[in-house]
C-alpha cells in the first residue's frame, strides 16, 4: 500500500473585535473524520478523505485524492479557549475563536472638565 498524501488545506482568518474566525477548505472529508486539539498555543486540524465512485459508476478521472489534511495555527492568549466552537459544512470546517474579555476593544469616554 503507498502512503497517503499530505495536503496542507487553504484557510482564510477573520477577524473582529469579538472574535477570530478560520475557515478551512477540506473536500473529500467527512465530519466524523476530523480532529481538533488545542495544546498549548498550538491550534491542530487534522482530517481524512477518500474518494470513491458512486454505487454503478466506475471512476474515469479524478482530480481529487484520497489524502491527510494537516494544518496548524499559533493562537495567542487573547482567545477564549473554553470557548472556541468548529463547525463543517460541504467540505468547509469553520471555526470561531472568541476574545478574551480583556482582549476585546474597549472604548473609553472622555468626559468633560
Known sequence: MSPRTTFVPRADIYETDE??????EM???SE???????????????AKSTFEAPD???LAFAE???????????????????KIDASFKAG???LILPKAEKA?????TVKPG
Open 19 to 24: 472574535d477570530v474566525t478560520i475557515i478551512v
Open 32 to 46: 466524523d473524520s476530523i480532529e481538533i486539539s488545542l495544546e498549548k498555543n498550538i491550534l491542530a486540524i487534522n
Open 104 to 108: 476585546k476593544v474597549q472604548k473609553i
Open 92 to 94: 468547509v470546517l469553520s
Open 27 to 29: 473536500p473529500g472529508v
Open 64 to 82: 481529487y485524492e484520497a489524502g491527510d489534511y494537516e494544518r496548524s495555527f499559533r493562537i495567542t492568549d487573547q482567545i477564549n479557549r473554553d
Open 56 to 58: 454503478g459508476y466506475t
